[in-house]
């Protein structure tokens, strides 16, 4: 088993540096989730990421029919799910009725009394904090959510929000791989005049080491916003799956488990969304979990991506 168990800071959550997402999970047959599932499990996940956009819900409800959720089942689980995003109406909302709402939905969905951790999905430039503050309380003295988090949101966004709320909030979700590395860029290329060199996310993930806030990368294989996986893509990545393919060769796992390791190497424990609805991949995804890059891999991995190393 290569996945590694890290203590979620400020919870007495210990979770696997590798999730599940199931933002895709209805692409599959009942049988095929469950056998994704009990994959995961087996592989040492024991971390699942849901949404309650993903598939309008119908991704919750079938992850818990997959499973045939029970408590049995459930005390296995870190289960997560996100709100805020009213993808119909097209806009945000962080009200206090929405998000309990939200919670509500998603509980019958998973079936299940309460989540371990709920995220705020993406910023609400709306969001009355004191709001959310209510509503947190609530669900918190309902037993509905244990913990909160947020997702995509910046240093500001998240001490405007924790300066209403006493619980504290405990995971940042946002983009991260190989071929999208904001989070790292400018912190690199300081004070350079150079498109690397702009801040496009204030440091966020500094903050959230100095704030104790663990943070889950989405879309590690992806580049862009959605804009395809860069594995395998000789058109726009030639280099960057030339040295990939190269350091795969050495410690004998698929480029895959090397686009896990990268992300993995950082020193500050980021979890890793997996959002592949294929067993197998998900495995070899699973073997770059404790796979230490050397510090030379890593940077000349940054550096085949196309970014500039000063």
Known sequence: MNVKVYPIKNT????????????????????????????????????????????????????????????????????????????????????????????????????????????????????????????????????????????NQNPAQIALLQKYIPQKLVVNQIQFSIAHTPLIDSGISLNMKTDQSLNRDSSILEYCRLHDITMQAWSPFQHGMFSGPFLGDLIHFPELNKVIDSIAEKYEVTNTAIAVAWITRHPANIQVVLGTTNAQRLKDACKGADLSLTREEWYRIYKAAGNLIP
């Open 12 to 151: 007495e959550l210990h979770a696997s540096n590798m999730i599940m997402g199931n933002m895709r999970l209805t692409q599959l047959s009942l049988a095929e989730a469950e056998n994704l599932i009990r994959t995961a499990l087996e592989e040492g996940i024991n971390f699942f990421d849901h949404a309650d956009i993903y598939g309008q819900g119908r991704c919750e409800a079938h992850f818990a029919d997959a499973i045939q959720m029970n408590p049995a089942i459930r005390e296995k689980m870190i289960l997560q799910s996100k709100c805020g995003i009213r993808s119909k109406e097209n806009y945000y909302d962080f009200s206090k009725e929405h998000i309990l709402a939200s919670v509500d939905g998603i509980l019958k969905r998973l079936k299940t009394d309460y989540l371990d951790i709920l995220l705020l999905h993406r910023p609400d430039p709306l969001m009355e904090p004191e709001e959310v503050a209510e509503a947190f309380q609530q669900l918190q003295d309902q037993g509905k959510v244990n913990y909160f988090g947020v997702s």
